[in-house]
């Protein structure tokens, strides 16, 4: 299914991240928190959660995207 081809990409794509970016998304999107509070936690400034959040998102959807791409031609 679809979804779940989705899901094993998103799997593999965050396991690729690196540690730091790994981090900074299980702690926007699994524990909740907000980007001021991501950046109180790792004393680093809001600007750079913005930018390392941005980056982290881009290189998920641009991996998805591949992956997805060569399972449809396999």
Known sequence: WAGDAKLAALTKCLADLSPKAQEIIRLRYLREHSPPEIARLLSRTVNSIGVALAKARVALRDC????????ATT
């Open 64 to 71: 998805i995207e591949r992956r997805l791409r060569q399972e």
